[in-house]
């Protein structure tokens, strides 16, 4: 059974700039949730996608954005890249809803703007 | 504000020197906890999932346990292999999955 898988595993881009990274979940999982890792804050919350709509978002700017394709494909977009953006962006499936059933995760896109 | 703190930051144990990771959390309304090993580069890995105070779950040389306000991950006779981050993650009525900063363990041989 194959796992989550993400693209690119690695990005470097230049400030204001904008990047679009993709997940693809486990097959028949319907949750796709993304989260940003740095040292400093740990990994955290910034959206769930179920069925194509987004379920719940986490407190991120609104240059964080993302959408999930029938597939349950998802693809996370940053605008305007700001240096603080340089992180691991981690994408995990569940077969339902994140909060209540084990979410699996993708191996990450590191992501370095510069 | 659903919180979720782990201690200690970082742990290192004597193979075979048995131990306790703690998770702490504040919630409103737990929908599920669950712990995560996270080796460097790598997407964390999914370990245990603990849905009401009193339940048990144990896989090898790891028990993880769960009560009203705190989890924790018992390792028994470790060995350098369990050497990893591990993440507690709190789902709540929010309907966000919150991450506590991790424990670093380390294990010597």
């Known amino acids: 059974k194959a796992g989550v898988t993400q693209t690119p595993r690695y990005l470097i881009k230049t400030r204001g700039q904008q990047v679009t990274l993709s997940c693809s979940p486990i097959?028949?999982?319907?949750?796709v949730s993304w989260y940003q890792q740095t040292p400093g804050q740990g990994l955290q919350f910034l959206f769930e996608?179920?069925?194509?709509?987004?379920?719940n978002k986490g407190n991120f700017p609104g240059r964080f954005s993302g959408r999930q394709f029938s597939n349950s494909r998802s693809e996370m977009n940053v605008s305007t890249l700001e240096l603080g953006d340089s992180a691991l962006y981690l994408c995990?499936?569940?077969?339902?809803?994140?909060?209540?059933?084990?979410?699996?995760f993708g191996q990450g896109t590191r992501l370095t703007v510069v | 504000e659903d919180q979720v703190t782990q201690s200690p930051e970082a742990l290192r144990l004597q193979e075979g020197e048995s131990s306790s990771l703690n998770c702490s959390y504040t919630?409103?309304?737990?929908?599920?906890l669950f712990w995560y090993r996270q080796d460097p580069g790598k997407g964390p890995e999914f370990l245990f999932t603990l849905y009401s105070a009193g339940e048990e779950k144990e896989k090898e040389r790891l028990k993880a346990t769960l009560t009203k306000k705190e989890s924790f991950l018992h390792i028994t006779a470790p060995k350098p292999e369990d050497s990893a981050t591990y993440l507690c993650?709190?789902?709540?009525?929010?309907?966000?999955?919150?991450f506590g900063q991790g424990t670093t363990l380390q294990v010597k041989p």
């Open positions: 995990a499936s569940s077969l339902n809803s994140v909060v209540g059933t084990e979410a699996f």
């Open positions: 996608y179920f069925s194509e709509t987004q379920r």
């Open positions: 993650a709190v789902g709540s009525n929010t309907g966000k999955l919150i």
């Open positions: 097959s028949g999982h319907r949750s």
């Open positions: 919630v409103s309304g737990l929908r599920g």
